[in-house]
């Protein structure tokens, strides 16, 4: 296995698992909180989507295809490059109204896409090159960056498993 696909790999289990994680949902099960202050399961999916847009667009020199493919309309919201999630409150995230589950896996499809169409377009040696995105400080390399990515969609896609399976123990889904 070379290390493109090794990569790659990772980003498509994600999509793998996350179809697991939203099998069978409503949308009404995708907005439960656990708790008032907790993420919901649509919440928590957009968010750990959301940054794989904003990177595999910025280091490709593209718009996000939140804007440019229209997500936001399908999702009900502001067409706001710079709103991923990071930072919000828990009344933002209680605001949150996810969309379906088609729809929520077509954007992480459309997202894995992109980046599956950038890692492949990288050779080894790109990986120790430097990134001089705006919000990288230091600049890290790009195999950190795809590193970097990649745990936070993991950590998410955990993340929103726990929220299933607490809120189906509560007999709340």
Not at 3 to 23: D, F, K, T
Not at 113 to 132: C, G
Request: proline share 6%.
């Amino acid at each position: 296995m070379d290390w493109n696909s090794m990569v790659l790999y990772g980003y498509e289990s994600v999509a793998e698992l996350l179809a697991v994680i939203l099998r069978g949902l409503s949308v009404a099960d995708l907005n439960v909180q656990p708790h008032p202050d907790c993420n919901s399961i649509g919440w928590t999916v957009w968010h750990l989507t959301r940054l794989p847009d904003d990177v595999s667009s910025s280091l490709l020199g593209e718009d996000q295809l939140w804007t440019a493919g229209g997500w936001h309309k399908k999702f009900k919201m502001p067409a706001d490059p710079m709103d991923s999630g990071y930072g919000h409150t828990p009344e933002q995230v209680r605001a949150f109204r996810s969309p379906g589950v088609k729809v929520q896996m077509a954007y992480h499809n459309a997202v894995l896409e992109r980046m599956r169409r950038y890692i492949k377009s990288l050779q080894l040696s790109d990986l120790s090159r430097t990134s001089d995105l705006p919000w990288s400080n230091p600049n890290p390399t790009l195999g950190q960056i795809l590193q970097d990515v990649l745990s936070d969609c993991w950590l998410h896609t955990g993340e929103a498993s726990y929220i299933r399976g607490l809120l189906k123990a509560e007999g709340r889904i």
